[in-house]
């Protein structure tokens, strides 16, 4: 009895799971695949088909290349076919792109179906042809040597005024105030034990298509990153001896803008949590310095 009991409980168990497997939607791409070459300018066609997706929802499509965006291809009715889609032209030769499909407004926004193509190869002999020019207009152009000129020898005097002023400079961290023509707008100063942290975003809200950069101190740490539901994670080094700078650039303004950002940072012991908005003139950021 008490095996049958068992058994039993076991094809509950495998009929739940297998029932909430079936609930999760999917997409599959089935073009372009390993085998695809796509030649500039030519117009490229898509094909796929999902599983508990609706024909009446979009399915989002981005070109890719080493992750980072290249080009959004559109949102399209979920019907597995779109064609007439204009490659840009500034797209170099390579074989290492591939296709990202996002679902749109899911019915469950923690399983999200998303599916990326293996790589395939896209041709462009125009954009390698200026490649080449460029690349022969740089070798032909030679940079005339600059004469050294004779360093003086500090006095006493001299020197400490400088070493004053570097102090000075040091108590008064830097404030970025725009960046690429954008104002910068700071939210918040957060302070940490150690130089070493971690950052993780998503989208916050409703998954609308943002795509977004993450800067610290003037520098991409994160590349034209599609935001989704899904937190991605990135570990970053502060400079200890000042106020760095972390801020949102947006690249898009998505179904709903401004792009909105939510942040967690943590240095293992300590986490703050903020949500950082962003459009095509400024950009929001914060303050983080090293105890």
Known sequence: MRQLHFIFLFVLSLSSTIAHTQ????????????????????KITLEWNTVKIDTSKSIRFFLVRNEMVVQELGSFKNDGFESEIELAKNIGSGNRYQVVAIELFPDDKYNIAKRVTPFFTI??????????????????????????????????????????????AQEKPEVRESFDGRKISYTKEFEFDSEHIIVKIWDHGRQDGDIVSIYLNGVQVVKKYYLTYWKKEFKIKLDPNKSNDLFLYAHNLGDSPPNTVAVEITDGKKSENIVLNSDLQSCEAVLISVK
């Open 23 to 42: 609930e999760i939607s999917t997409i599959n791409i089935t073009s372009p695949n390993e085998n695809t070459i796509w030649n500039i300018p030519e």
């Open 123 to 168: 041709t462009n002999a125009a954009s390698d042809e200026r490649k080449k020019k460029q690349q022969l207009a740089n070798a032909n152009t030679v940079t005339p040597k600059k004469k050294r000129k004779k360093s003086k020898v500090k006095t006493k005097e001299q020197i400490v005024p400088a070493q004053t002023e570097v102090a000075q």
